[in-house]
């Protein structure tokens, strides 16, 4: 018994729970790896810290041949994450404002479209737009999509609060209706908090309201 508590010692032994927890955050920050200014960027930039994520993973459980076991497998998700990001952005930028970002995509609404002014109710204008997001979300089953709603400075800040996450519901319920599935969705309502541009001219305020949809990817494989 000495000589195996010796041996665990000597050798740097780290406790299953030790693992489970790095694993844990390892396999986190592995998900969420992709990249900057073009497609090709953001997808090395995936398969690179995909890489970091499966040598650290692997070094924890097998030591150096684990680590570039790990490594290999790694660079492959990130890849893979990178890639359907790439292809799910510019099949939503047919339909909306949308942006690439480090994390995932992000996907502009602009209120002015969606709402008439102090109104939660979605006009009918706007429904064609959201049926078409759904085509392409609905294709995508590692998404995982934040419905962020957004006002300008105007009016009573608890007001606008309330007001932001009715709309960020309204446009969910759109997205629920034509197949999204509700585990993949929630919402969260800003109010003023998170502008974007200043609110002290008309324009500004105008790019201020608006309903956002954050979407990252689960890692999860996808047929």
Known sequence: MMINKLENKQNGGVSMSAK?????????????????????????????????????????????????????????????????????????????????TQDGILVNLKNDLLFETGSAKLQAAAI????????????????????????????????NEGLSLQRAKAVQNVLLEKGVPADQIRTEGYGESKPIDSNSSKSGRQKNRRVELVITDNGAKTS
């Open 128 to 159: 064609p737009q959201l049926e078409q997001l759904s085509g392409v979300l609905v294709k995508y089953p590692a998404n995982r999509i934040l419905v962020a709603g957004h006002t300008d400075s105007i009016g009573n800040p608890t007001f």
């Open 20 to 100: 489970n927890s790095v694993l844990m955050g390892v396999l986190a920050s592995l998900l969420l790896a992709s990249g900057c200014a073009s497609d090709q960027k953001r997808t090395a930039m995936g398969a690179g810290g995909g890489a970091v994520g499966g040598a650290a993973i692997g070094a924890l459980l097998g030591g150096g041949k684990g680590a570039a076991i790990g490594a290999g497998l790694g660079a492959v998700a990130g890849g893979v994450v990178g890639n359907r990001l790439d292809k799910q952005a510019k099949e939503l930028a047919q339909v909306a404002d949308t942006k690439r």
